[in-house]
């Protein structure tokens, strides 16, 4: 009994005595099991999504490559196989994706954990298929530091295999730790602005999806640049927004917001994009804006001499893919010509371009490499290195690396542009010199291009191409340029190397007995096929593609296929021209052997 008396006590202690009582009972103990989940889950959401994130969150964009998937795909893939405990885990942030149609790029924030030695697997995450839950992981194609850009490293990725997502995240190579950021974009290549730098009190964007015409200004009235400022980034919106100042092919220039105008240095790092009307009747409030991966950089001096006590007479500046075997001998030559600075542009390269710069840069060759990931954007890429070159160079050629300067023997009358005979050393510059001197007004140098054939070979020459190829087409094909960067255009609108001037400022053609350009666009087939992977301008059509087959852009008669036609080696041959070989020989041979030192042509320079 005395048991069965003090259960029953207990129990009416902890009953409640009165409804009210049972109320108050039942929602206390409903709040304190609320709050403990409540907290539980802003713990374990702050562990995996910093809240102070600066990633940016631009609109999806629905490529018509197939690839895209939503992120919520791979968001619920990729947590089966975090693992947020390991040391390899690199605490960076992908702030960009971009979907070309051979590889992914990935923009990525670089910090003290990275070495240009970083190796990264490319991880992917299944779509949502009905097929078992799984991840690829893929060794990425390249990791490179973006020069001046915010976001410091470019990894590119394999494309995804079939029924895997295209947001790729990244995990360093035989790790644990799964590099992954919030922001899962990806932005398709056919519609993005992707680079943007300072130039005085504007800003000049580069864009993709404009599609205006080329060679010619359009109206940028129907173009503004908005800013993404703050707090504005992190939501995805922008804060400011200027009109466009002009606007042409694939470049926007915009005059600076007011607010950072006095001081364009606080610019840098500020994410930009453009927005445009969708009619011509539409308001300003209707603009669209494209999605952006392009941060505002400020392009910095990075050659060897000092350009504060004055400029370089002469610069060159080319766009190269997987011309790591060529770069020497051009270098070399025309160094010796008097050529002082290099920008070479290098467009996805994945030979060894990067030890051949290097090489260079210990022989004292002013060599700098600028990593260009965006394909088919030659003329963008030029006037990039128009503003670059701007703060260093007096004078800047455009030309490729199969084109050499060739001065021919020179008769009396043109001692105004170069001394009579045979030419010396530092006979570019010096011309280019004597120009400035004689016509201030000249603002672009035009140079006559001979296209070289094979030449009946079969194989690449031993000796290098200006001794080995001889035989050319009789009529000159086109022209190339040295511009002076200071005088160019406001709109920077450049087609086939040569620029658009500003008012007051006029080009000249170099007579041929003065100068012409030997361009071996028509090498040995080994060499020559490669031109079928992709070309760099955006306005030349690709070899594989059907369109304008007559076009000079093209080799007659050559077609879409990379299938050697019969008698390559004997094609595009009709003048014999040993001009350039014999100068070569007898300026740079060993006297002995008559060899070359080296290929490299040249010891001093």
Aim: proline content about 4%; charged content about 20%.
């Amino acid at each position: 009994m005395d048991s069965s008396e003090q259960r029953r006590k207990r129990k009416r202690i902890f009953r409640p005595s009165s409804p009210t009582a049972t109320i108050v009972y039942f929602f206390s103990v409903r709040s304190f099991v609320l709050c403990f989940s409540f907290l539980i889950f802003l713990f374990l959401l702050s562990y995996q999504i910093p809240f102070s994130s600066s990633v940016f969150r631009p609109v999806l964009v629905v490529s018509r490559l197939s690839l895209l998937s939503s992120s919520s795909d791979f968001l619920s893939t990729s947590q089966s196989f975090q693992d947020f405990g390991s040391s390899s885990l690199l605490h960076l942030q992908i702030e960009g994706r971009v979907l070309f149609p051979d590889h992914v790029l990935l923009l990525v924030n670089k910090n003290d954990l990275f070495s240009k030695n970083t190796n990264f697997e490319c991880v992917y995450g299944r779509n949502s298929t009905g097929d078992d839950v799984g991840v690829v992981k893929e060794k990425s194609f390249s990791v490179d530091v973006y020069g001046e850009s915010e976001f410091g490293v470019l990894v590119r990725c394999p494309l995804p295999p079939v029924n895997y997502s295209a947001v790729v995240n990244l995990r360093k190579f035989s790790g644990n730790g799964l590099w992954k950021e919030s922001n899962q974009t990806v932005n398709s290549w056919e519609n993005v602005a992707y680079a943007a730098t300072l130039d005085g009190n504007t800003v000049v964007v580069f864009v993709k999806g404009l599609n205006l015409r080329p060679d010619r200004e359009s109206d940028s009235s129907q173009f503004s640049c908005y800013f993404g400022l703050g707090n504005f980034e992190k939501e995805g919106r922008f804060a400011l927004r200027t009109k466009a100042i002009t606007a042409a092919q694939e470049v926007v220039r915009c005059a600076l917001p007011l607010s950072i105008r006095k001081t364009p240095e606080k610019a840098r790092g500020i994410r930009i994009t453009i927005g445009m009307l969708p009619h011509i009747h539409a308001k300003a409030h209707e603009h669209v804006l494209l999605p952006s991966v392009a941060k505002i950089t400020e392009l910095k001096s990075e050659g060897r001499g000092n350009v504060e006590n004055g400029k370089y007479d002469l610069c060159v500046c080319t766009m190269v893919w997987n011309q790591g075997s060529a770069l020497r001998e051009w270098i070399t030559y025309h160094s010796w010509l008097g050529v002082e600075r290099w920008f070479i542009y290098d467009n996805n390269s994945d030979d060894n371009i990067k030890d051949v710069i290097e090489e260079l840069e210990t022989e004292n060759y002013n060599v700098t490499r600028h990593v260009w990931p965006w394909i088919k954007t030659q003329e963008a890429g030029f006037s990039h290195c128009a503003l670059r070159a701007k703060k260093e160079c007096n004078w800047v050629s455009f030309m490729d690396v199969d084109e050499y300067f060739y001065f021919p023997y020179s008769n009396p009358g043109h001692q105004s542009l170069r001394s009579t005979g045979y030419a010396g050393q530092d006979s570019l510059r010096s011309l280019v010199a004597n120009v400035s001197s004689s016509s201030p007004g000249i603002a672009e140098i035009r140079t006559t291009c001979h296209s070289f054939g094979p030449s009946g070979l079969n194989s690449a020459p031993s000796q290098g191409i200006t001794v080995g190829y001889t035989c050319r087409l009789k009529s000159p094909e086109r022209h190339k340029s040295i511009i002076r960067p200071d005088a160019l255009d406001t709109t920077l609108l450049n087609v086939v190397h040569h620029f658009h001037l500003r008012k007051g400022f006029r080009y000249m053609n170099l007579p041929q007995s003065t100068a012409v350009i030997n361009h071996y666009k028509y090498q040995v087939w080994e060499v020559f096929r490669a031109k079928f992977f992709r070309r760099v301008a955006t306005y030349v059509v690709d070899w594989q593609n059907n369109q304008n087959e007559g076009s000079r852009d093209r080799a007659p008669g050559l077609g879409t296929e990379a299938i050697e036609p019969p008698n390559w080696p004997l094609q595009f041959c009709e003048v014999w021209d040993t001009g350039l070989r014999d100068f070569v020989l007898s300026n740079f041979a060993d006297l002995s052997t008559g060899l070359l030192p080296g290929r490299s042509l040249l010891s001093n320079h």
